[in-house]
């Protein structure tokens, strides 16, 4: 049995987690970020079997981190050899060269660690060229410090990704290369646009689903759709968006997407690489923003949401805040607590489906103000519907063809209701 266990963990990367409080930080914070660190570590895969907290006035230049101090990690790593070294924040190229040179182990940061979780999760091919991009962009100022990895060692966490041809390549070949993916992914964001805009002439209201990661996003559009998208207690589980038809007890259909989570200290190359992804939340009619009401820093959280929203223009859309998790006590106090705060809100479970219901109501309230665009053509034979429409919509295009009025309208949702059978492509 003991020999079992140890060959099926020779696969498994050992990390050691470093982590600095520097003057003026809360060493609580500190901790939370390490614990996250450490949950990220786990989502690549690897085994956690040690932390250093280093105190210090300041970020050192050359190591990060005192020289003193990153000898004595070495030390500890001779008597407890790992795999890699993981800190907490970006170093520079530099100070991560230096650190392998004491440490005689590979070093890696937060932001490569989180594109490797994305590495391993892309599965479409829009996924897999955002996270490409984002790994060029992250690599270019540091191709020496990757061909020393290369060297010593071949795949693992970290050293996924672009593979060992690319990075043979010069600078100017990466160069090149972003500049292709560039392209492919405008291609990529013009179908996306032209998707959106067929979806909202068939009147359907599209929800995007945002939050922390693991807050419970997958899990409650599986709840509300029936549908089966991997949710598990990891981070990063979804990558790809996927859209969903959520029909509201008014029948009212939308379109609900799950999307990437969000993370504090999200690596800015990916906010700008995801940019597809991200637009189509900034994109819809209203902005449901999933809380994991359980988690200890659940304000925070809130607030590193609304900083990546801010960023990508989605913070001005109509948001409904859904505090999660309130089958287990400590959520449900909490969320009593933040609902206050928050003026369209709901506590839910998607996990046991209680509160469902309140959400509906709550979505359908959010909804019903929505302007529908439609094209239609519509036979003037049906007098009262064309005087509704005279009456109550914007009439953006009209022409006429033989008996019928072809007309591209923006309507409330329940006129667009009426018009419906009148829809065309
Ligand atoms: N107790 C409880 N756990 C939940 C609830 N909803 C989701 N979870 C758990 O939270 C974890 C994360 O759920 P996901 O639905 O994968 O979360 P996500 O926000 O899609 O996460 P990422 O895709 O990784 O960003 C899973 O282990 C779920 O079972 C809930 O209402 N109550
Ligand atoms: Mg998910």
């Known amino acids: 049995m003991s020999e079992l266990l140890e060959t099926q ?25 390490m614990d996250e660190l450490a949950q990220l570590a786990e989502s690549a895969g690897a085994e956690v079997v040690g932390r250093f907290v280093c105190r210090q006035p300041k970020i050192k230049a050359g190591h990060y981190i005192g020289t003193g101090k990153a000898e004595e990690i070495a030390d500890w790593i ?67 410090n990757m061909w020393t990895h290369l060297e010593r060692q071949q795949g693992g966490i970290g050293l996924r990704g672009p593979g060992e041809t690319q990075l043979e390549m010069d600078r100017r070949r990466i160069e090149d290369l972003i500049k292709t993916i560039k392209r492919d992914l405008k291609l990529v964001r013009t179908r996306r646009t032209e998707q959106r805009r067929g979806r909202r002439r068939h009147g359907w209201a599209l929800v995007s689903i945002v939050g922390y990661t693991n807050a419970g996003k997958s899990t409650l559009l599986n709840r509300l759709s029936g549908a089966d998208i991997y949710a598990e207690d990891q981070l990063f589980a979804t990558l790809d968006p996927t859209t969903r038809q959520v029909e509201l007890p008014n029948h009212e259909p939308m379109l609900m997407t799950d999307t990437v989570g969000f993370i504090q200290k999200l690596p800015h190359h990916l906010v700008d690489s995801f940019k597809a992804t991200l637009e189509e939340v900034a994109e819809a009619d209203l902005i449901v923003h ?119 309208v923006r309507v409330s949702a329940q006129i667009a209701a009426q018009c419906r059978p009148f829809a065309v492509e």
């Open 78 to 144: 001779k008597e407890n050899p790992v795999s890699m070294v993981v800190f907490d924040d970006d170093l520079t190229p530099a100070q991560g060269r230096n650190l392998e040179k004491v440490l005689e182990t590979r070093v890696l940061d937060r932001t490569q660690l989180i594109l490797d979780i994305f590495a391993q999760r892309a599965h479409t091919r829009e996924g897999s060229l955002q996270v490409e991009l984002a790994q060029h962009l992250y690599l270019l100022p540091r191709l020496r």
């Open 9 to 33: 963990n020779t696969d498994v990367e050992t990390v050691l987690l470093v982590g600095v409080v520097l003057r003026g930080d809360e060493e609580w914070k500190v901790k939370d970020t």
């Open 290 to 408: 999933v809380i994991d009401a359980l988690h200890p820093q659940v304000e925070m959280q809130i607030e590193a949401v609304h900083k990546v929203l801010d960023e990508i223009g989605g913070l001005d859309k109509p948001m409904l805040y859904v505090f999660n998790k309130i089958d287990e006590e400590r959520g449900r106090n909490a969320a009593k607590r933040l609902k206050a705060q928050f003026s369209k809100s709901a506590a839910v479970s998607a996990l046991t489906g209680e509160g469902i219901d309140l959400l509906f109501d709550e979505l359908a309230d959010c909804l019903k103000g929505r302007k529908v665009e439609l094209k239609l053509s519509v036979p003037l034979s049906e007098g009262k519907l064309l005087a509704t429409l005279q009456k109550n919509a914007s009439i953006l295009e009209q022409e006429y063809e033989g008996a019928n009025a072809e007309l591209l």
